[in-house]
């Protein structure tokens, strides 16, 4: 059996759970989330722990068990606590500031770039340190919306230049070595 598909998924106090046939509604303190996985996959709720079970040992249905269990977690941790990702501004007069709910990018362009949130999505810019915050309850989303902005200006191999994820390692190249 899968080893993350065999572990059950608690639900914390503030969360419910419906479950018709493939589909799952997860609501909570922070938002709801619905999902249709595929039937072959028994979702069941007993005793505030949903279970997720297989029909066979076949390899697409071990794929899916374990993915299938790691999605309803997201969901369930999502809408209780929620999710965030940490950018990080590097470079001279490079910078990010709040107007309004709208985030907007002054990044070495001849305009400043503005990005609006989605639903579900909100930012928080910290200037001293130059970090943005993408805050939200739907761990896809905060993922793609993280990725449109670090696309605006990804970090460039000579000075670092560009926006970054935190924990994210540029890996830096040498410049010109010039004449000897």
């Known amino acids: 059996m899968s080893r993350i598909g065999r572990m059950p998924v608690m639900i914390p106090k503030g969360v419910d759970i419906e479950v018709k046939g493939s589909s799952i509604r997860v609501k909570g303190p922070k938002g709801e989330l619905r999902h249709t996985f595929p039937a072959s996959m ?89 970090q943005i915050k993408v805050l939200g309850y739907d761990k896809q989303q905060i993922g793609q919306v993280a990725a449109d902005i670090r696309k605006v200006r990804p970090p460039e191999p000579y000075k670092g230049k560009g926006i970054k994820y935190l924990d994210e390692k540029i890996r830096r190249k040498a410049g010109k070595a010039g004449k000897v």
């Open 42 to 130: 028994t979702i069941s709720v007993e005793d505030g722990v949903v279970q997720v079970n297989r029909p066979s040992d076949e390899r697409g249905h071990r794929a899916l068990h374990g993915m299938t269990r790691a999605l309803i977690n997201n969901m369930v941790v999502g809408v209780s606590t929620g999710f965030e990702k940490i950018l990080e501004i590097n470079g001279v007069g490079y910078r990010a500031e709040m107007n309004g709910k709208n985030l907007v990018l002054n990044v070495g362009y001849s305009h400043p770039v503005v990005v609006e949130p989605a639903e579900g999505i909100s930012f928080e810019v910290d200037t001293r340190t130059r």
